[in-house]
C-alpha cells in the first residue's frame, strides 16, 4: 500500500549513519565525525555509537582504527538504489519474462517467503498462482534470476491488452500519484537545501529517503505500457537535483566537523 503525502518513517540512527556513509565518497568516516554528524539529526552520542556496534556485527559496516566504513548489504543495496535510479533497457520489443515457480516437493515456508521476496525484488509481478512475469526490457536481468524457477520468454498478450495487463499487475496510478506528491514536496524544500540551511537537514532527509524508497519501488516498465504523463523521469531528474543539494549542504557541514 502507498503512503500517503503526509506519513513517513521516523529518522533512525541506522538510517541517518547509513545515508551519510552512501553520500561520503569513498564511503568511509571517523567514528568521532559521524557522532557529531549525527547530532544534527537529533541523535546522542551513545545512540550513535550503539548504532555503529550493531551495524558492524551485523556486517553493515568495517571498522579499523576508529574508522567505520560501507560493507556487505549497504554496498549491495547501493548498487541496486542506482539502478533504481539510472535504469539500464535493452528496448522492449514486446516479449516477458516468465518465471515459473516450482511448486513441488514441500518447500520449507521460510524458504518460500524468500523466493517470493526475490522475484518482488527484481520487479517481477504474480500473475496467476507460481507465475511470475514483467516486460523484458532491462539490461542484464537473466543474470540475477532465481534458480528456483524455470525461465521463459513469451508474448503474453498483444495490442492494447499489454498496458491493461501492467496495470493490473502493478498499481501504476497510485506510484505517479505518490511521485507528484514528492516532486512537490522537493519543490518546497530544495531552496533551504541550495542555501545551506543545517537545519533543514532532517527533514530533507526524510524526504530524500522517501523518495529513494519510491524510486525502488517502481517497475521500470517500457515506456508503451506507462501513460503519457508518466512522472518517473521527471521525479529522477527532479531527485538528481535534490540530492546534489543535500550532500553539498551535508559536506559543508561535515567539513567544518573534527575528523
Do not use: K
Not at 564511503?27 to 557529531?36: C, D, K, T
Not at 539500464?88 to 516479449?95: E, I, K, L, M
Not at 530524500?208 to 504523463?229: F, K
Amino acid at each position: 500500500m502507498m503512503q500517503d503525502g503526509n506519513t513517513e518513517r521516523p529518522l533512525t540512527a541506522r538510517s541517518v549513519l547509513a545515508s551519510i556513509l552512501l553520500g561520503t565518497r569513498p564511503p568511509e568516516l571517523s567514528g568521532q565525525r559521524l557522532v557529531r554528524a549525527g547530532e544534527l539529526f537529533g541523535l546522542s552520542e551513545g545512540t550513535t555509537r550503539v548504532a555503529l556496534s550493531r551495524m558492524v556485527a551485523a556486517g553493515e559496516l568495517s571498522t579499523a582504527g576508529g574508522r567505520y566504513r560501507l560493507a556487505g548489504p549497504l554496498l549491495a543495496r547501493q548498487r541496486s538504489q542506482e539502478e533504481s535510479r539510472r535504469p539500464v533497457s535493452d528496448g522492449w520489443g514486446g516479449a516477458w519474462t516468465v518465471g515459473v515457480v516450482d511448486q513441488r516437493g514441500g518447500r520449507p515456508q521460510a524458504e518460500r517467503v524468500e523466493l517470493r521476496r526475490a522475484l518482488a525484488g527484481l520487479r517481477l509481478a504474480e500473475w496467476r498462482e507460481g507465475v511470475w512475469v514483467r516486460p523484458d526490457n532491462l539490461a542484464g536481468a537473466a543474470a540475477a534470476r532465481p534458480g528456483a524457477s524455470t525461465w521463459l520468454q513469451a508474448r503474453l498478450v498483444d495490442g492494447d491488452e499489454a498496458p491493461r495487463l501492467a496495470a493490473r499487475l502493478w498499481d501504476l496510478a497510485g506510484w505517479a500519484r505518490r511521485a507528484n506528491v514528492l516532486r512537490e514536496r522537493m519543490a518546497a524544500s530544495i531552496g533551504d537545501l541550495e542555501a545551506g540551511r543545517p537545519e533543514a537537514l532532517a527533514a530533507c532527509f526524510v524526504t530524500a529517503a522517501a523518495v529513494v524508497r519510491h524510486l525502488h519501488a517502481d517497475a521500470l516498465l517500457p515506456a508503451a505500457l506507462l501513460a503519457p504523463d508518466w512522472p518517473g523521469d521527471g521525479l529522477r531528474t527532479d531527485y538528481d537535483r535534490y540530492e546534489a543539494a543535500y550532500q553539498a549542504s551535508l559536506r559543508s557541514v561535515l567539513r567544518g566537523l573534527a575528523r
